[in-house]
C-alpha cells in the first residue's frame, strides 16, 4: 500500500521526544519528507537521524516556537528543501514542573507568573505561529500544480476538553481547542483544514522524573477507562489519521486520545 503522506512535505514541533520524535518517524514510514523541528538541536538531529536509519527522509531543525522568526525558518526550511509545504504538525509543549516535597498539581494561586506566561508562551503562542507560518506558505502556493489546500494539526490535549491537568496548563490547552475550531471554520473556504489531538496522560519526558517511574504509569493508566496510559505513538497515529486524506472531510476536530477520560464517569462493575 501506498504511504498515507507519500511525498508529502511535514514539519513537526516539538520532534525531538515523545509524541513529536514518534510522529516524524510514523509520518516517514508512510513517505512523508519531514523538518523535525525542536528547540533542542541535539535532540532534533538524533529523531532525523532515526528517521534516516529507517529508510526515510529527515532534516533536523532547531526551534523555539514562541519565537516566530524561528517557525517560519521551519517552514523556509521545509521548502527550501522539499519545494513545499503540505503539512504542519504543531506539536511543542510543556507543562509546570513539580516542585520538591509538592504532592499533586500546583494550585492556580501557587503558580508563579513567570511560569504561566512561559506556558501561554509555548502551548498558545507557539501554536498561533505555527498556524500562521504554514497559512502564509499555503497561500503562496495557491495556482501551484498540486497547490491550495494544506494540513494543520495541533496537539492540545484532554485538559482543554474537561477540568484536568491544571489551571495553568488546562487553560492553555483550552486555548488551542478553541483555535482549533474556529480557524477551521475561517480556512475551510481555502481548502485548509484544522484540527488537533487532544491526548491524556503519557509516560513522557514530558514532566521529567514523574511520568517514567512505574508508581506514575500506573496512576496514569488508572486515571483512564481503558487502564492504560497513553503512549506516544497513539497520539502519532491519531495525528496521521488527521494529517492524510483519510480525513479528507475532517475539519474543526479536537479528538481525544485519552482512553475514555473525557467520555464521562466510568460506570462500576
Given at each position: 500500500?501506498?504511504?498515507l503522506?507519500a511525498?508529502?512535505?511535514?514539519?513537526?514541533?516539538g520532534?525531538?521526544?515523545?509524541?513529536?520524535?514518534?510522529?516524524?518517524?510514523?509520518?516517514?514510514?508512510?513517505?512523508?519528507?519531514?523538518i523535525?523541528?525542536?528547540?533542542?538541536?541535539?535532540?532534533?538531529?538524533?529523531?532525523?537521524?532515526?528517521?534516516?536509519?529507517?529508510g526515510?527522509?529527515?532534516?533536523?531543525?532547531?526551534?523555539?516556537?514562541?519565537?516566530?522568526?524561528?517557525?517560519?525558518a521551519?517552514v523556509?526550511?521545509?521548502?527550501a528543501?522539499?519545494?513545499r509545504?503540505d503539512?504542519?504538525?504543531?506539536?511543542?509543549?510543556?507543562?509546570?514542573?513539580?516542585?520538591?516535597?509538592?504532592v499533586?498539581l500546583?494550585?492556580f494561586m501557587?503558580?508563579?507568573?513567570d511560569?504561566?506566561?512561559?506556558?501561554?508562551?509555548?502551548?498558545?503562542?507557539?501554536?498561533i505561529?505555527?498556524?500562521?507560518a504554514?497559512?502564509?506558505?499555503?497561500?503562496?502556493?495557491?495556482?501551484q500544480e498540486?497547490?491550495?489546500?494544506?494540513?494543520?494539526?495541533?496537539?492540545a490535549?484532554?485538559?482543554?476538553?474537561?477540568?484536568?491537568?491544571?489551571?495553568?496548563?488546562?487553560?492553555?490547552?483550552?486555548?488551542?481547542?478553541?483555535?482549533?475550531?474556529?480557524?477551521?471554520?475561517?480556512?475551510?473556504s481555502?481548502?485548509?483544514?484544522?484540527?488537533?489531538?487532544?491526548p491524556?496522560?503519557?509516560?513522557?519526558?514530558?514532566?521529567?522524573g514523574l511520568?517514567q517511574?512505574?508508581?506514575?504509569?500506573?496512576s496514569?493508566?488508572?486515571?483512564?477507562?481503558?487502564?492504560?496510559?497513553?503512549?506516544?505513538?497513539?497520539?502519532?497515529n491519531?495525528?496521521?489519521f488527521?494529517?492524510?486524506d483519510?480525513?479528507?472531510?475532517?475539519?474543526?476536530?479536537?479528538?481525544?486520545?485519552?482512553?475514555?477520560?473525557?467520555?464521562?464517569?466510568?460506570?462500576?462493575?
Amino acid at each position: 500500500m501506498q504511504g498515507l503522506l507519500a511525498s508529502k512535505s511535514v514539519v513537526v514541533t516539538g520532534a525531538g521526544s515523545g509524541v513529536g520524535r514518534a510522529a516524524c518517524l510514523l509520518f516517514a514510514s508512510h513517505g512523508a519528507k519531514v523538518i523535525a523541528a525542536d528547540i533542542g538541536m541535539e535532540a532534533a538531529q538524533e529523531t532525523a537521524a532515526l528517521v534516516l536509519a529507517e529508510g526515510g527522509e529527515a532534516l533536523a531543525c532547531a526551534c523555539d516556537v514562541g519565537d516566530a522568526a524561528q517557525v517560519d525558518a521551519a517552514v523556509t526550511l521545509a521548502v527550501a528543501t522539499y519545494g513545499r509545504l503540505d503539512v504542519i504538525y504543531n506539536n511543542a509543549g510543556i507543562t509546570l514542573q513539580p516542585r520538591p516535597g509538592y504532592v499533586g498539581l500546583r494550585s492556580f494561586m501557587d503558580t508563579d507568573p513567570d511560569e504561566i506566561e512561559r506556558i501561554y508562551r509555548v502551548n498558545v503562542n507557539g501554536v498561533i505561529n505555527g498556524c500562521k507560518a504554514a497559512i502564509r506558505q499555503f497561500e503562496k502556493q495557491r495556482g501551484q500544480e498540486n497547490g491550495g489546500g494544506g494540513v494543520i494539526v495541533n496537539t492540545a490535549s484532554v485538559a482543554g476538553l474537561i477540568g484536568y491537568g491544571g489551571t495553568a496548563y488546562g487553560s492553555s490547552k483550552g486555548a488551542v481547542t478553541l483555535l482549533t475550531k474556529t480557524l477551521a471554520l475561517e480556512l475551510a473556504s481555502k481548502g485548509i483544514r484544522v484540527n488537533a489531538v487532544c491526548p491524556a496522560g503519557m509516560p513522557t519526558n514530558f514532566m521529567p522524573g514523574l511520568a517514567q517511574s512505574d508508581a506514575a504509569k500506573a496512576s496514569m493508566g488508572a486515571a483512564h477507562p481503558l487502564g492504560r496510559p497513553i503512549d506516544p505513538m497513539d497520539c502519532a497515529n491519531a495525528a496521521l489519521f488527521l494529517a492524510c486524506d483519510l480525513s479528507s472531510n475532517i475539519t474543526g476536530v479536537n479528538l481525544p486520545v485519552d482512553g475514555g477520560l473525557s467520555a464521562g464517569v466510568a460506570m462500576k462493575r
